[in-house]
């Protein structure tokens, strides 16, 4: 059944293959907003606010807000702006999760925007038919045709706008349409991650006309432009999401996914993908509840399954709250007591990761048990296993959701290694309007890059999100492949009320580290009593259910990553190598609302090349 708001009707027009590639200009040639700022990490003001990774989609997004549109239609102009700017983390070719938080009901709603499975998808499709073996990973998965879901974004951008925004599709696409049209300057971490996948991009030649023109990643400084892409926007703001999932585009994205174009050259297998033009007809973005805890006075909303960002941060929190974390450091703010509650922190996000390989996948095929996830006294349950003096050995166990009641009789025993194949990338952004209205709102397309794979003409790279399945089919696994299901996602979009008010509102991307990243910046401003921009800044640790942590560099050299080591016993492992995207843990957006009606809006003051805070006004 075709999705909420699709015109009914055959499309009356297509849109004539273009075979313009991205060119490269001269500086000077750059796109500019005439109300753009300097890029910055942090902005205080009124009347709206926004936070990105990137200052063209944040400068989007204000232009919209004082236009007079609301929270919804400027997150859609940053997220069709990203798909320009940040390709490689998101863009219509991909999905993700929308929170909003409605200033007049003073409700938290959600659409899960996740990309599916393709229908005729086989168990056993990660299974290479001619040694009988799962595929490897990196190159065979990440770079192939059977690793393309369904894509999502488009209709979630639809969806949002009919529900809740004040403009039309057509209308929230403009700012980006200009942008792919004039070009965007090309920085640092666009050259660096194109320069990764150079061979992967050189596989295909409508990705390699594109992003590597001369046959190398474009130069820092430079101005790419994307026409394939403004022109397949106009045709989306012009016909609505029909001409995306269903008519030519449509077919096209299944050929590009079955058949996808490679050179002859490749030395990359590319296997082939399952997805027709029916499955993408039949796609749906599903209108869901949020999740909800209380913590220490706020009332945290996050994403319920397909996502496993909700309930794992949800149940952390129930973890912790417990222990009287604030009074560790409240006065003292030294390393010793800042290590007691980041081991906490530790501790308690190995647990929810336990419970979350144990439990969370797609609820249309698993029966996950969400409620008792985040029932506080499950949570009182599970903190029972925490030693306040030592780490525990990973990976611990899952806990018992069928027989509980928060008393500390259940002994700890040993887990099962942790099955994760989700990427560190994705893009996240957070928005808020001069009427209260909140947006967080966290898109991927997977893989640095996606699949790899430029449907041709088109301008969008499509996903590679059915990595996120187990790789090889368990009956006991909840995320195992399954035709039409929604791969187990980590992202957690999460709004944070106080007394029924916007307090806080954050995202990130990063795979699995997702879940950490918000965790841990909740932990910051909440228990360690950081203020949001040290919050977002600080070092970062992810514990996800094993035998090290891996851990920002400048985690593991710190005061307090230095006690955890020597007297808590964690074992850490670096994020990845100095000089690559890998080192750095998430690309957080956050924006505090303040007592005066002011916010603060904040973005990665350096990780990815540090982010873009906007405020519609900077004072009142």
């Given at each position: 059944?075709?999705?909420?708001?699709?015109?009914?009707?055959?499309?009356?027009?297509?849109?004539?293959?273009?075979?313009?590639?991205?060119?490269?200009?001269?500086?000077?040639?750059?796109?500019?907003?005439?109300?753009?700022?300097?890029?910055?990490?942090?902005?205080?003001?009124?009347?709206?606010?926004?936070?990105?990774?990137?200052?063209?989609?944040?400068?989007?997004?204000?232009?919209?807000l004082?236009?007079?549109?609301?929270?919804?239609?400027?997150?859609?102009?940053?997220?069709?702006?990203?798909?320009?700017?940040?390709?490689?983390?998101?863009?219509?070719?991909?999905?993700?999760?929308?929170?909003?938080?409605?200033?007049?009901?003073?409700?938290?709603?959600?659409?899960?925007?996740?990309?599916?499975?393709?229908?005729?998808?086989?168990?056993?499709?990660?299974?290479?038919?001619?040694?009988?073996?799962?595929?490897?990973?990196?190159?065979?998965?990440?770079?192939?045709?059977?690793?393309?879901?369904?894509?999502?974004?488009?209709?979630?951008?639809?969806?949002?706008?009919?529900?809740?925004?004040?403009?039309?599709?057509g209308?929230?696409?403009k700012?980006?349409?200009?942008?792919?049209?004039?070009?965007?300057?090309?920085?640092?971490?666009?050259?660096?991650?194109?320069a990764?996948?150079?061979?992967?991009?050189?596989?295909?030649?409508?990705?390699?006309?594109?992003?590597?023109?001369?046959?190398?990643?474009?130069?820092?400084?430079?101005?790419?432009?994307?026409?394939?892409?403004?022109?397949?926007?106009?045709?989306?703001?012009?016909?609505?999401?029909?001409?995306?999932?269903?008519?030519?585009?449509?077919?096209?994205?299944?050929?590009?996914?079955?058949?996808?174009?490679?050179?002859?050259?490749?030395?990359?297998?590319?296997?082939?993908?399952?997805?027709?033009?029916?499955?993408?007809?039949?796609?749906?973005?599903?209108?869901?509840?949020?999740?909800?805890?209380?913590y220490?006075?706020?009332?945290?909303?996050?994403?319920?399954?397909?996502?496993?960002?909700?309930?794992?941060?949800?149940?952390?929190?129930?973890?912790?709250?417990?222990?009287?974390l604030?009074?560790?450091?409240?006065?003292?703010?030294?390393?010793?007591?800042?290590?007691?509650?980041?081991?906490?922190?530790?501790?308690?996000?190995?647990?929810?990761?336990?419970?979350?390989?144990?439990?969370?996948?797609?609820?249309?095929?698993?029966?996950?048990?969400?409620?008792?996830?985040?029932?506080?006294?499950?949570?009182?349950?599970?903190?029972?296993?925490?030693?306040?003096?030592?780490?525990?050995?990973?990976?611990?166990?899952?806990?018992?959701?069928?027989?509980?009641?928060?008393?500390?009789?259940?002994?700890?025993?040993?887990?099962?290694?942790?099955?994760?194949?989700?990427?560190?990338?994705?893009?996240?952004?957070?928005?808020?309007?001069?009427?209260?209205?909140?947006?967080?709102?966290?898109?991927?397309?997977?893989?640095?890059?996606?699949?790899?794979?430029?449907?041709p003409?088109?301008?969008?790279?499509?996903?590679?999100?059915?990595?996120?399945?187990?790789?090889?089919?368990?009956?006991?696994?909840?995320?195992?492949?399954?035709?039409?299901?929604?791969?187990?996602?980590?992202?957690?979009?999460?709004?944070?009320?106080?007394?029924?008010?916007?307090?806080?509102?954050?995202?990130?991307?990063?795979?699995?580290?997702i879940?950490?990243?918000?965790?841990?910046?909740?932990?910051?401003?909440?228990?360690?009593?950081?203020?949001?921009?040290?919050?977002?800044?600080?070092?970062?640790?992810?514990?996800?259910?094993?035998?090290?942590?891996?851990?920002?560099q400048?985690?593991?050299?710190?005061?307090?990553?230095?006690?955890?080591?020597?007297?808590?016993?964690?074992?850490?492992?670096?994020?990845?190598?100095?000089?690559?995207?890998?080192?750095?843990?998430g690309?957080?957006?956050?924006?505090?609302?303040?007592?005066?009606?002011g916010?603060?809006?904040?973005?990665?003051?350096?990780?990815?090349?540090?982010?873009?805070?906007?405020?519609v006004?900077?004072?009142?």
């Open positions: 059944m075709p999705h909420l708001g699709r015109r009914v009707g055959a499309l009356t027009a297509a849109l004539a293959m273009s075979v313009t590639s991205g060119a490269i200009m001269s500086p000077a040639s750059a796109h500019k907003w005439d109300d753009q700022p300097e890029k910055k990490a942090t902005a205080t003001g009124y009347g709206g606010a926004v936070s990105t990774v990137d200052a063209d989609a944040s400068a989007a997004a204000i232009k919209v004082r236009k007079g549109g609301n929270a919804v239609d400027a997150a859609v102009a940053a997220a069709a702006t990203l798909g320009v700017t940040e390709p490689y983390s998101a863009g219509i070719g991909g999905g993700g999760y929308f929170v909003y938080y409605d200033a007049k009901s003073g409700e938290v709603h959600t659409l899960d925007g996740r990309e599916t499975a393709p229908a005729a998808m086989p168990n056993d499709a990660f299974i290479d038919p001619k040694t009988g073996k799962a595929y490897n990973f990196t190159p065979e998965l990440v770079t192939s045709g059977v690793s393309v879901g369904v894509p999502g974004t488009a209709a979630t951008w639809e969806r949002a706008l009919e529900r809740w925004g004040s403009l039309s599709l209308d929230a696409l700012p980006a349409i200009d942008v792919a049209d004039n070009g965007f300057t090309v920085d640092s971490t666009f050259n660096l991650q194109t990764e996948n150079q061979v992967r991009f050189e596989a295909f030649p409508s990705t390699s006309e594109l992003y590597l023109p001369g046959g190398k990643a474009p130069a820092v400084g430079s101005v790419l432009k994307n026409p394939d892409l403004a022109a397949t926007y106009r045709l989306l703001g012009d016909e609505g999401t029909d001409a995306f999932y269903e008519g030519p585009l449509a077919e096209e994205i299944a050929a590009t996914v079955q058949n996808p174009p490679k050179t002859a050259t490749t030395k990359l297998p590319v296997p082939k993908g399952f997805m027709t033009a029916e499955d993408l007809a039949n796609y749906e973005v599903l209108n869901q509840d949020p999740t909800h805890v209380e220490r006075g706020y009332d945290v909303y996050g994403m319920a399954p397909s996502s496993s960002g909700g309930t794992t941060v949800g149940e952390a929190l129930n973890i912790l709250a417990p222990f009287e604030p009074d560790l450091v409240r006065g003292k703010g030294n390393s010793k007591n800042q290590s007691d509650v980041l081991h906490h922190y530790l501790e308690a996000s190995a647990l929810a990761f336990a419970d979350r390989a144990k439990y969370v996948g797609d609820p249309k095929f698993v029966d996950v048990p969400t409620e008792a996830l985040l029932d506080d006294v499950f949570g009182k349950e599970r903190a029972c296993n925490i030693d306040p003096r030592k780490a525990a050995v990973k990976p611990v166990a899952a806990g018992y959701v069928e027989n509980y009641d928060g008393t500390c009789d259940v002994a700890p025993a040993a887990g099962e290694d942790a099955k994760d194949t989700e990427n560190i990338n994705t893009t996240n952004l957070t928005v808020s309007d001069k009427w209260g209205n909140v947006v967080e709102y966290t898109l991927t397309i997977e893989q640095t890059g996606g699949s790899g794979i430029v449907v003409g088109r301008g969008f790279i499509l996903n590679n999100e059915l990595t996120d399945f187990s790789t090889v089919y368990d009956e006991a696994d909840p995320n195992r492949i399954q035709p039409g299901k929604r791969p187990r996602s980590s992202m957690s979009p999460t709004i944070v009320l106080k007394d029924g008010d916007p307090f806080l509102a954050l995202g990130s991307p990063g795979g699995s580290t879940i950490t990243t918000v965790l841990q910046t909740l932990v910051n401003r909440i228990d360690l009593g950081m203020s949001i921009e040290d919050a977002v800044a600080a070092p970062r640790a992810s514990q996800r259910n094993t035998a090290n942590v891996t851990a920002e400048g985690f593991i050299d710190s005061p307090s990553g230095k006690v955890l080591a020597a007297k808590f016993g964690h074992k850490f492992a670096a994020a990845g190598s100095p000089g690559t995207s890998a080192a750095e843990i690309a957080a957006t956050a924006i505090e609302f303040n007592r005066d009606g916010v603060t809006a904040v973005a990665e003051p350096e990780r990815r090349g540090g982010g873009s805070a906007m405020v006004k900077p004072a009142r």
